[in-house]
């Protein structure tokens, strides 16, 4: 005789809607996800799963939406204490004048592990799972990381310029190397180099960090065309525009993403498509910061692949990739002058897979499919200043914001939660300790604000 015995399984979630990314343009209705240890095992009803699996625990979310975790590819989050010290100045000045000296005064390892244990804390809230940061004294970010929950990817910064976190490139490289020695068994930490910009990178630089990063088979983050000042410094120093500059390096590649992107000719967006490199697009922050506006549709139109980043809380201000999402696609109805040039579901996959892509992690999240993480975010959809709704899709991107964020899981484990009648709760964070710890730095802060 044979026993039939059930697979386990930990958790089954059902809800109302679920936009899995995978397959394109496509949602489920009243179906459930279901996971067992950090991974989704299975997709489908929830009498379907009960008869092949035994599940510990059952969540039925009625009036929600769960989609993929949000994907944040380009932060500073040890920079969340910086928000609002400084608005409405420009990028040189933004930095000569205000950012770079409370740097100088203030960052330390103590800093940046509380500063990011905000911006964690705010992303989570929000829906965001992963980012991918660049800052000093990563060894920070990384333990306010380990406290949130939250997925990272830690950019080894590099520049040419000493800092109180290193004194010249190679020690920054150097530095780095040992933290990524510390966390190389980590589950939710990875980590790339992160070559702040070609204007404090020099050539020398960007080949030791070509050759490190094919050998340990890591990926590249930096700035890039930012502003029209840095093509001129850049004219002017090398003779070459920075995309121009970074392609006869041979920095530019499959795991290069370049955030920013602004200024960008048809040789640049050809370059870039050419040699498979993925965009940041920080709409808000080069708004902000009077940057311009990133031409996306001619860089997706092109193949480039286009993710969504928020740039600091000093130049967005917020880690927000819902109104990040929502900026993407009106502002580029806008200036295109074409409807749904970037439509609703484009805005979506730009916020979970294409982020996915530009960490070089889309076989491990990005989409609700069986074998990844269970990195997932539930929405509520009935909150009456979101009502009614029709195509959830269309709804996630036009209304609904962060606040409507109910239920966040890293790896199958439940980060953050909240109702519609009480604050959020977090799985490790205390909100009121966090905020006497953000009130502690706020007078240290006030001599550098504008
Ligand atoms: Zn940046």
Not at 242 to 269: E, F, K, S
Not at 363 to 390: C, Q, T, W
Request: charged residues 20%; hydrophobic residues 45%; contains cysteine.
């Amino acid at each position: 005789m044979t026993v039939l015995s059930k697979k386990p399984a930990d958790l089954a979630i059902e809800a109302r809607w679920i936009i899995p990314v995978r397959p394109e343009r496509t949602y489920l209705e009243n179906q459930t996800v279901l996971i067992d240890q950090d991974r989704i095992v299975a997709i489908g009803s929830m009498d379907q799963l009960e008869n092949e699996f035994e599940i510990q625990k059952k969540i039925y979310l009625k009036d929600h939406a769960l989609i993929p975790g949000l994907i944040n590819t380009h932060s500073h989050v040890g920079m969340t204490l910086f928000r609002g010290i400084a608005d409405d100045v420009p990028l040189m000045k933004w930095l000569n004048d205000y950012i770079w000296p409370a740097e100088k005064a203030l960052i330390s390892e103590r800093f940046v592990q509380d500063s990011s244990l905000l911006g964690c804390a705010e992303m989570l809230a929000g829906g965001v799972t992963t980012f991918n940061d660049m800052y000093f004294f990563p060894d920070g970010a990384a333990d306010a990381v380990k406290i949130a929950g939250i997925r990272a990817y830690l950019g080894m910064v590099v520049l040419e310029f000493a800092t109180p976190y290193a004194r010249d490139a190679e020690d920054y490289i150097q530095k780095g190397l040992t933290l990524r020695d510390r966390f190389r068994a980590d589950a939710l930490i990875r980590f790339n180099f992160a070559p702040h910009a070609p204007y404090t990178v020099s050539d020398q630089t960007f080949e030791k960090i070509m050759t490190y990063a094919e050998q340990l088979n890591l990926g590249i983050h930096t700035h890039l065309h930012e502003t029209a000042d840095e093509l001129d410094v850049s004219l002017s120093q090398y003779g070459a525009r920075p995309i121009h500059r970074l392609a006869h390096l041979g920095v530019l590649g499959p795991n290069l993403l370049a955030a920013h992107c602004v200024h960008m000719n048809d040789q640049d967006i050809q370059a870039l498509a050419y040699h498979g490199v993925s965009v940041a697009h920080c709409v808000s922050s080069n708004l902000k910061l009077a940057s311009g506006i990133a031409p996306i549709r001619q860089m997706m139109a092109a193949g480039i692949n286009v993710a969504l980043g928020t740039d600091s809380a000093a130049s967005n201000n917020r880690q927000d990739i819902f109104s990040e999402l929502r900026m993407a696609a009106l502002l580029s109805q806008g200036v295109t002058g074409i409807a749904g040039s970037i439509d609703a579901w484009q805005a979506i996959e730009m916020a979970t897979l294409h982020g996915a892509k530009a960490i070089g992690a889309e076989h491990e999240i990005g989409s609700i499919e069986p074998g990844k993480f269970a990195d997932l975010v539930a929405i509520r959809l009935n909150d009456l200043e979101v009502m009614p709704y029709f195509d959830p899709v269309s709804h996630v991107v036009y209304t609904l914001g962060r606040e409507q964020v109910s239920h966040v899981w890293v790896g199958g484990d439940l980060r953050f939660t909240r109702s519609d009648i009480q604050s959020g709760v977090f799985a490790n964070i205390e909100p009121s300790e966090l905020r006497e710890i953000v009130l502690k730095w706020q007078p240290k802060l006030n001599p550098y604000k504008r």
